[in-house]
């Protein structure tokens, strides 16, 4: 159980293109979802978290504008990279967590979806 | 605040050797400790986590960990590593907020397993 997908695994874009990476979660749902990102050898930073249906909390120092995310269902968010450029290059980790109502002893546990490799050339 | 420090960026350890890869956070409320695992260009995978109850956590792998109130550490153990534990480890903490809840990680620590 608390299984998270994310597509593409990874994507190769030219710089001034847009790109969307979808994350879902395939057999709970969740209200919330994180994204990361991660540098080449160093940790996961938080970008932002979206909320089904409401605006997502982006952290400081991440350009609204630039990454667009959406979190239109209980199983969907994406992130949208827009006018990627090479120093977007990166990887992108989603991860995933059940309602609070959910039941569980403890429901603010995260599930993480394999990650996406973003290359802007 | 609340931070997490992981003192060793690196520990090289020969195959079937015990290793300890070092966890210290900082918080002044209630803290939920997790350990995750990163193989190469992969997502995280759960070791094992602290939420209450006995301070000695097993894990996935082999892998524990001892939740140490008065040292604010959770160093995570395993005590016979295999060329398969070569990866980076990350260790975590997350953060409550009313209902908003937030995971802080550690730089990591990449294990090295040679034989």
């Known amino acids: 159980g608390a299984v998270v997908s994310q597509h593409p695994s990874w994507v190769i874009c030219k710089s001034g293109t847009s790109v969307k990476i979808e994350c879902r979660s395939l057999?709970?749902?969740?209200?919330?979802m994180f994204w990361y990102r991660q540098f080449p050898k160093q940790s996961l930073m938080l970008m932002a978290t979206?909320?089904?249906?409401?605006?997502?909390?982006?952290e400081q120092g991440v350009e609204k504008d630039k990454f667009l995310i959406n979190h239109a269902s209980l199983t969907l968010s994406t992130l949208t990279v827009t006018s990627a450029h090479p120093e977007d290059s990166s990887f992108y980790i989603c991860?995933?967590?059940?309602?609070?109502?959910?039941?569980?002893?403890?429901?603010?546990?995260?599930?993480f979806g394999p990650g996406t490799r973003l290359t802007v050339t | 605040a609340q931070s997490v420090t992981q003192l060793d960026s690196q520990v090289p350890v020969f195959e079937e050797a015990p290793v300890e890869l070092r966890c210290n956070y900082s918080?002044?409320?209630?803290?939920?400790l997790f350990w995750y695992v990163q193989y190469p260009n992969q997502g995280l995978q759960l070791l094992l986590k602290?939420?209450?109850?006995?301070?000695l956590v097993k894990g996935i792998n082999g892998f524990e960990a001892e939740f140490n109130k008065s040292q604010t550490s959770f160093h995570l153990r395993k005590p016979s590593v295999h060329i398969s534990d070569t990866a980076e480890y990350f260790c975590?903490?997350?953060?409550?907020?009313?209902?908003?809840?937030?995971?802080?990680f550690g730089t990591g620590t990449r294990l090295q397993v040679t034989l």
């Open positions: 991860s995933a967590r059940e309602p609070l109502t959910s039941g569980r002893v403890f429901p603010y546990e995260q599930y």
């Open positions: 918080s002044s409320v209630s803290v939920y």
């Open positions: 979206s909320n089904e249906g409401s605006k997502a909390t982006y």
């Open positions: 057999d709970f749902q969740a209200t919330t």
């Open positions: 602290y939420l209450s109850g006995s301070t």
């Open positions: 975590a903490v997350i953060r409550l907020t009313g209902t908003a809840s937030k995971l802080t």
